[in-house]
């Protein structure tokens, strides 16, 4: 399996040095001659380009030198299969089905979409040192006062009936294992899982009370199918210095500030923009009685959207901990 290759990876800067000599050696040619020297091989009456097969490796992460010329013989092959079965779907006119028109036109709108939103958020200025320094020190329970949790979650089928009484055993168990033993003698369903889990790899919006728990407390949340107990079985202290959290912090920062570009570049084109809701749209964006105009409805989940800060990069920071 072909491991995935970075933009700046020596192997990736070799094939696009190549494709540049192919293009400066095709230059005082015919027309002709250039256009084959860019052809890797022809399918029956169409061809698959070096341009393809770069792109394809641009899009891969980390695969080493020495697996460059495996990893574009593979791709070759994939690029070769894709275009027969594109060349059998149109003999087959499956290009006119209604089903994958309107996949290709969804897909086609969602590419232009996020490249508008990739330019909008060209403009968004780098976080400055202080405004990083601010984040590092109003955020410690990410930072100085970090640390690595030991969850026990325990999964709880339960009905409405029986959630008050296990929501008061839990407060009254001395022990977690006692709480288990109460679940067992009541048969009530249950499922446990073990995880590890740093303070980057929790929801940043649960972050700060996190770190006010105390190893052996616990916390019970509501879930469809009845609770979650999340115990906290043991813990530990794992700082990161300004230094070590910098580049995620930068680059949180920074995704911040694309999501307000976009938002805020959405909102002025809505504004300006002629949006008339049609037919039971229209019903369902009116306002209650004795409002004074209707609201205008705000989409769910916009598909043109910068990067969402919902949490630091916890890959960054914990190898900036050498932990990974």
Do not use: W
Not at 168 to 184: G, H, P, T, W
Not at 291 to 313: F, G, I, R, T, Y
């Amino acid at each position: 399996m072909i491991e995935a290759m970075t933009a700046n990876s020596p192997s990736l800067l070799k094939v696009s040095v190549i494709a540049l000599a192919l293009t400066l050696t095709a230059c005082g040619k015919s027309d002709g001659e250039k256009k084959a020297s860019q052809t890797a091989v022809r399918v029956n009456s169409e061809e698959v380009t070096v341009h393809q097969i770069n792109y394809v490796l641009q899009r891969q992460q980390g695969i080493r030198p020495e697996q460059q010329e495996a990893a574009t013989k593979q791709i070759l092959e994939r690029l070769i299969d894709q275009e027969l079965a594109v060349q059998k779907a149109q003999d087959l006119k499956l290009d006119r089905d209604s089903n994958v028109v309107q996949q290709v036109e969804y897909a086609k709108r969602e590419i232009l979409a996020r490249a508008y939103a990739e330019k909008i958020s060209q403009s968004a200025s780098k976080p400055s040192a202080d405004e990083v320094t601010k984040y590092y020190d109003a955020n410690p329970a990410l930072f100085k006062e970090r640390r690595v949790y030991n969850f026990q979650e325990i999964g709880i089928e339960a009905n409405a009936e029986k959630q008050a009484a296990v929501r008061d055993k839990l407060r009254q168990a001395k022990s977690i294992q006692e709480f288990v033993e109460y679940l067992k003698a009541e048969q009530i369903r249950f499922g446990v899982n073990q995880t590890v889990r740093p303070a980057e790899q929790l929801p940043l919006s649960s972050v700060e009370s996190m770190s006010r728990l105390k190893d052996g407390d616990s916390i019970v949340n509501s879930t469809a199918n009845g609770l979650q107990v999340l115990h906290l079985a043991a813990s530990k202290v794992q700082s990161i210095t300004l230094e070590q959290a910098k580049p995620a912090i930068e680059q949180f920062l920074l995704n911040q500030r694309k999501g307000e570009l976009m938002k805020a570049d959405i909102k002025q084109l809505r504004d300006s923009a002629k949006i008339e809701y049609i037919g039971k749209f229209k019903e369902n964006a009116s306002a209650a009685p004795g409002a004074e105009a209707p609201a205008k409805a705000q989409p769910a989940a916009p598909v043109a959207s910068a990067p969402k800060p919902n949490a630091l990069d916890a890959d960054a920071v914990s190898k900036g901990l050498g932990i990974k």
